[in-house]
């Protein structure tokens, strides 16, 4: 029962977290002025795809909490989540793609770290990151080509 409750509480506080930070920072007609790369996304795969890679990144620091809660991997989990929740208000709130990029950089080198340090508490809490992994890094791109472009 434990365990299931720490999985629930995990999801549940990940995937309203970040909800509530697209919620109060929505993108606006601030963003839709913006030059976009031609790359750019149609805006409705950004809800779906963040709310899997949500659950995905709750249900990987539940697995470390569980085995490790006062671990280096927990350590950077909880870190890479504070930049992840900052990184929204501070790119669509603050209408900043430098504030943005300053974020996200070292976001993406925090879910890399967990990445190679959870592998050795628990392989699927490290796995299921990798899809993350890879959304930011292209996130980081974007964000990236928003700032130059613009």
């Given at each position: ?11 549940l506080?990940v ?6 930070m ?25 809800g779906?795809?963040w ?17 490790a809660?006062?671990s ?5 989990w ?17 209408h ?32 299921l ?12 791109l974007l964000?990236?080509s ?5």
């Open positions: 029962m434990r365990r299931a409750a720490t999985y629930i509480v995990f999801v506080l995937v309203g977290s970040g909800s509530l697209g919620i109060m920072n929505l993108p606006g007609e601030w963003y839709q002025s913006l030059q976009k790369p031609s790359f750019n996304p149609p805006a409705w795969i950004f779906p795809v709310t899997v890679l949500y659950v995905m990144i709750g249900v990987a620091g539940a697995r470390i909490w569980l085995k809660p006062r280096t991997p927990m350590a950077l909880l870190a890479q989540m504070i930049l992840n929740l900052i990184w929204t208000p501070a790119f669509f709130g603050l900043s793609p430098g504030f943005g990029l300053i974020v996200i950089l070292p976001l993406l080198v925090l879910i890399f770290v967990f990445i190679a340090k959870a592998a050795a508490v628990d392989r699927p809490a490290s796995l990151f990798w899809p993350y992994a890879l959304w930011v890094s292209f996130a980081t964000n990236l928003l700032f130059v472009l613009n």
